[in-house]
């Protein structure tokens, strides 16, 4: 039976009849025998073997070069070599896979930008194994929170007809050929389909008959912006609560950041110690930061008047009824609050339709959860449950209701204050491992011009 390396290293006594898999790191010859370094991806850590030439197998030795998965037998022994508490001596050695003088990922280091043109291999890499483990571990704690607090998983469509963001930079979906702009009712599904951007206005619906619930699912966005923060595919996570106000919503946000950086504190350590090592030496400090200091709240009027007094030289200005930029935020968290902020009720001509109206008539429930290091980490708001009033901001932001009759509805038939918010999994992982390009944080980015894997 084929036990994981992480299970070998924890052993707290010696073990004889071990079977380990993996892929060689490294090999070095001695006389008589070979030490020989080996991983198989659940931890960082790699078990050193040391194969006596006399072992059957031994003879393949030759071939145990880095890259090559390899299967071994023998008995777990305290180590003599500092830094390393056990070794395995080998009693079988088999050669399973040979890699040969082409392999890419050498015992050097290895730019990211190289990393990305081989996405099929950078995980067997230190950096890469670290940020999908920890990427794993991360989806597990997501369900965890939501399900220790009785939420209800809800798996939303990935093709739609509605645009939840009004944006308009959709992927359409299609079966026609030659002229894609034809009579859509001659189309696969009868009507104009695309690539969904949020799963929200479904979860909505099953909010207001199951009181909690929220996605985890993959959205699509066609935008074209190449930079380090945006991906054409990602994964959003996305609660919605029934009776719930813009407080109530916030207290959840917050909860969630805070618990995600606290999970990844006493559950990543040993990847978190090479994102901190390699990556940003200060991404267990600020998730330390987050985990420790109450969130301030604050008016997005009252924040762009903080920004306009700063007197900092900011790229872009600061300008009342425009979104705040990430440096904006940034300065807010890292500078003036020094802490995690909320910012909440933004203006009305900014946000999409679905947000519920102020008293004030120009601005609406929206928030926005800031984190040191990344700026904006989550957006959500309290929805709007008026009919007439949602009618009223699909006529402001030139929308048909005819495409939302079943979203309208809701509010029709028993409508309830509601709140929401969603936030990209790849951003919150670029916050918790100090990664700064998204496409470093999945498995297979999908950006502008690159979909090659």
């Not at 003088?101 to 730019?111: D, E, V």
């Not at 990305?116 to 999908?132: C, D, E, K, Q, Y």
């Not at 207290?251 to 990844?264: G, K, Y």
């Not at 992982?429 to 498995?443: S, W």
Request: aromatic share 10%; proline share 5%; net charge negative.
């Amino acid at each position: 039976m084929r036990t994981l390396i992480r299970h070998v290293l924890a052993s707290t006594t010696p073990c004889e009849g071990v079977t380990v898999q993996g892929w060689v790191r490294t090999r070095r010859d001695a006389k008589g025998f070979s030490f020989v370094e080996i991983n198989d991806g659940s931890c960082l850590a790699c078990l050193q073997v040391v194969v006596d030439a006399s072992v059957p197998g031994a003879g393949q030795l030759h071939d145990f070069t880095t890259g090559a998965s390899v299967s071994v037998q023998g008995d777990l022994v305290a180590s003599p070599a500092a830094g390393q508490r056990w070794e395995l001596r080998a009693q079988r050695v088999e050669l399973v896979g040979k890699a040969d003088a082409s392999f890419p990922l050498q015992k050097k280091g290895h730019t990211l930008e190289f990393l990305r043109t081989i996405a099929h291999l950078r995980p067997r890499s230190n950096l890469f194994g670290a940020v999908f483990r920890t990427r794993s571990r991360l989806a597990h704690a997501v369900h965890q929170f939501f399900q220790e607090r009785d939420f209800i998983h809800v798996h939303t469509p990935i093709i739609t007809a509605s645009d939840c963001e009004g944006a308009g930079e959709m992927f359409r979906v299609t079966t026609l050929k030659g002229n894609v702009d034809g009579d859509p009712a001659t189309d696969f599904f009868g009507r104009r389909t695309y690539l969904t951007v949020s799963g929200q206005l479904e979860a909505e619906t099953f909010a207001c008959a199951l009181s909690n619930v929220y996605t985890f699912g993959p959205t699509f966005r066609a935008e074209n912006s190449n930079t380090a923060r945006h991906a054409a595919e990602f994964w959003m996570i996305e609660p919605e609560m029934a009776f719930c106000d813009l407080a109530g919503d916030m207290d959840l946000a917050e909860a969630f950041v805070q618990a995600m950086a606290r999970h990844t504190l006493e559950h990543c350590a040993e990847d978190l110690t090479l994102f901190e090592r390699f990556v940003d030496k200060e991404v267990r400090k600020r998730l330390a930061f987050v985990v420790e200091r109450p969130f301030q709240r604050v008016p997005y009027a009252e924040a762009v008047a903080i920004l306009q007094r700063s007197g900092k030289a900011f790229e872009f200005p600061v300008e009342p009824g425009a979104n705040l930029q990430s440096e904006h935020e940034r300065y807010l968290t890292e500078e003036h609050f020094k802490s995690p902020v909320t910012v909440f009720n933004y203006p009305r001509t900014i946000k999409p339709f679905y947000m519920r109206l102020n008293d004030d008539g120009a601005t609406v429930t929206a928030m926005d959860v800031l984190v040191p290091g990344i700026g904006e980490v989550i957006g959500g708001s309290q929805r709007e449950e008026r009919l007439e009033q949602l009618l009223d901001n699909m006529k402001f932001q030139k929308l048909d209701p005819k495409d939302y009759w079943w979203y309208l509805d809701l509010r029709r038939y028993g409508t309830v204050p509601h709140a929401g918010f969603g936030l990209g999994f790849e951003r919150l992982l670029m916050f918790l491992t100090g990664v700064g390009n998204i496409r470093d944080v999945i498995p297979f980015a999908r950006t502008p011009g690159s979909a090659e894997f």
